[in-house]
């Protein structure tokens, strides 16, 4: 069973940095691509990052290019999230989630939720002004 677990999110000041981290179980993490989302409530989940299962290729909402970095560590089984220049619009659930097939990364589909097969429960982020 597939089990994702994510931690590191918290309250901090405008301008500010956090780190989410997702550990993941109960399958071959090196295989498959990983992601992260966001929601806030009564909006839709929205990407923010996708790394592929190699590490190589990124991809991210325009919103957060250049102040969000998606890393990797296939021997710890855990996917990160690096958030510098926090803004409060950044405010939200942030999930991590993992691609539904192995060896797959594909620019057209990394966006959409239904890419991704498991999702960890989420974790808070909250940013104020």
């Known amino acids: 069973q597939v089990q994702l677990v994510e931690s590191g999110g918290g309250l901090v000041q405008a301008g500010g940095s956090l780190r989410l981290s997702c550990a993941a179980s109960g399958r071959t993490f090196s295989r498959y691509s990983m992601g992260w989302f966001r929601q806030t409530p009564g909006k839709e989940r929205e990407f923010v990052a996708a790394?592929?299962?190699?590490?190589?290729?990124?991809d991210y909402a325009d919103s957060v290019k250049g102040r969000f970095t998606i890393s990797r560590d296939n021997a710890k089984n855990a996917v990160y999230l690096q958030m510098n220049s926090l803004k409060p619009e950044d405010t939200a659930v942030y999930y991590c989630?993992?691609?539904?097939?192995?060896?797959?990364?594909?620019?057209?589909?990394?966006?959409?939720?239904?890419?991704?097969?498991?999702w960890g429960q989420g974790s808070q982020v909250t940013v104020s002004s």
């Open positions: 989630a993992t691609d539904s097939s192995p060896y797959k990364f594909e620019r057209t589909v990394v966006r959409v939720t239904s890419e991704y097969e498991h």
């Open positions: 790394l592929s299962w190699s590490g190589d290729s990124t």
